[in-house]
Nanobody, 122 residues
């Protein structure tokens, strides 16, 4: 098992930046897929970005060119750098870990964090 704890959320103006962190309770070296999902009020949870153990990435079209995912296996942490934030990026952001990174998201032995709120004001 692994516990995931997100941090770095908050309130920011449109055009600003935030960096989310996801700290794992144990080594993530053996965890293939890690990533970030978000869920806006009244909407379904959606994949934002994910990264595999070898560095392959997958981004939602809406965040390409603005968000960057990275992982530091030595620090057991996954990051999401969010630039040029828009009001439509407002959501609860969840860290996730699992076995496979498929086109539709992270699958297999999935673990989730509790989420961190990101609010972008216009």
């Amino acid at each position: 098992q692994v516990q995931l704890v997100e941090s770095g959320g908050g309130l920011v103006q449109a055009g600003g930046s935030l960096r989310l962190s996801c700290a794992a309770s144990r080594s993530i070296f053996s965890i293939n897929a890690m990533g970030w999902y978000r869920q806006a009020s009244g909407k379904q949870r959606e994949l934002v970005a994910a990264i595999t153990r070898v560095g392959s990435t997958n981004y939602a079209d809406s965040v390409k060119g603005r968000f960057t995912i990275s992982r530091d296996n030595a620090e057991n942490t996954v990051y999401l750098q969010m630039n040029s934030l828009r009001p439509e990026d407002t959501a609860v952001y969840y860290c996730a870990a699992g076995t496979w990174l498929l086109p539709n998201g992270i699958r297999g032995n999935e673990y989730w964090g509790q989420g961190t709120q990101v609010t972008v004001s216009s």
